[in-house]
């Protein structure tokens, strides 16, 4: 049990992936360590990751891996897969991977979860859960923790490890009370937003919700293409799906479907005149469905290109096997607004990384501060990448 105003050497402010990460590494050399979270139980949003077989990392790197790019490199290296896989074994925690994407060989997020809190407490740190920290005061040079306006404890070095907004229903923090925590430590935080997230659309998909196909998923942005293949799922609002989810970060005005990836225009006309030929009476909508999904096969015939989805083939225009093609190649639509918080996996924005140090995460204007994870305005695609952020970035600040 903690008392009042009892001492640590390191305070870690969330008890998620980056926050006991960071824990054990500070355990690991000594210090005095407690780690504070507002939850009934550690690592909440961990335990859903992956849908709860736990992506924890991934051997593909590449400069579009994070949309910070730059930043996140510095901390992370060329492999930082090998460092979390080695971190996973120290634990006990076999690793598995599924083209390059390594789970747990469990399958189970709990298994990271039930290891970290294991080496904790053989390290002797503690887990202080249900409190949830609403104002720190810095004072002759230690962090002093208080909950309802009393002071709690105090300690010599703070991480924030405080995650983002995302998933409340998984004990995010509050946006309010985050941004309250940072102000009082003089943090600096880009614009927060959710992020990996579906899409709401300006178009009603009422119709072709449950439709999933696969598409070359293509936007602009900052002037330039941006492309990605992947699984789209319709939805009545719009469009998700971990392409869509990747996509989700740029906010695009409009988003481009090539739901014939893979098939050129002249193959397509050339399909279409030969059935024209062999089964005249055959319709649009058959024909289509040959390529998709009879939902979106419908969608693409009557909203796009405004034809009856019962018109043969003999009967049908001459230019319709052409305007089909470059409707389902470049099916689009329009941007309206991002899901939400309680959508989406991950937060864009958070500390600004110009104030962190990357190479221990220290936070450069203000002496025994440091951050990690979520809480740095470090964001990921889909695959592991912000789990593994996570994990590096923590270890690094506990180290430190």
């Known amino acids: 049990m903690v008392y009042k105003m009892d001492h640590y050497d390191v305070c870690i402010i969330g008890a998620g992936a980056a926050g006991l990460s960071a824990g054990t590494a500070a355990a690991e050399r000594g210090h005095k360590v407690i780690i504070v979270d507002k939850n009934k139980k550690a690592g909440m949003k961990l335990y859903a990751t992956g849908n709860g077989k736990c992506n924890i990392a991934n051997s593909h790197m590449a400069f579009c891996c994070y949309y910070d790019s730059s930043f996140a490199a510095e901390i992370l290296g060329d492999e930082p897969y090998k460092e979390v896989i080695d971190f996973m074994k120290e634990l006990g925690v076999e690793c598995v991977s599924k083209s390059g994407y390594y789970y747990p060989r469990s399958g189970q997020a709990s298994t990271v979860v039930w290891a970290l809190l294991d080496r904790l407490r053989f390290l002797g740190a503690e887990i202080l859960l249900n409190t949830a920290v609403d104002h720190i005061e810095i004072k002759d040079g ?3 923790i208080h909950k309802n306006g009393k002071a709690l404890l105090s300690a010599d070095k703070l991480i924030i490890a405080t995650g983002g907004f995302s998933m409340p229903s998984l004990g995010a923090i509050d946006e309010n009370t985050a941004t309250g ?6 943090l600096k935080t ?5 992020m990996l997230c579906p899409v709401i659309t300006k178009e009603d998909l009422t119709c072709l919700a449950g439709v999933r196909t696969g598409a070359n998923v293509s936007i602009y942005a900052d002037g330039k293409l941006i492309e990605e293949y992947g699984e789209v799922q319709f939805t009545d609002y719009g469009l998700s799906g971990i392409v869509i989810f990747n996509m989700s970060y740029y906010e695009p005005e409009k988003l481009y479907l090539d ?4 098939i050129s225009e002249e193959e397509f006309v050339r399909s279409f005149r030969r059935l024209k030929e062999s089964d005249p009476q055959r319709s649009l909508h058959a024909f289509m469905n040959g390529y998709l999904n009879d939902k979106l096969a419908e969608y693409i015939i009557s909203v796009k290109c405004g034809y009856s989805t019962k018109t043969k083939l003999n009967d049908a225009p001459e230019d319709a096997a052409v305007k089909l093609y470059k409707s389902a190649a470049k099916l689009e639509f329009t941007f309206k607004q991002l899901y939400g918080y309680e959508h989406s996996q991950v937060t864009k924005g958070g500390i600004l990384t ?3 140090n990357p190479e221990d995460m220290r936070v450069k204007c203000v002496p025994g501060l440091y951050a990690a994870g979520e809480a740095v305005d470090v964001a990921g695609k889909c695959g592991g990448y912000n789990l593994m952020f996570a ?3 923590g270890r690094k600040a506990g180290r430190s």
């Open 190 to 194: 880009a614009p927060a937003k959710p």
């Open 259 to 262: 739901t014939l990836n893979g």
């Open 391 to 393: 994990i590096i970035s």
């Open 142 to 144: 230690r962090y002093i």
């Open 181 to 186: 925590l940072y102000a009082d430590l003089g």
């Open 354 to 356: 110009s104030m962190i």
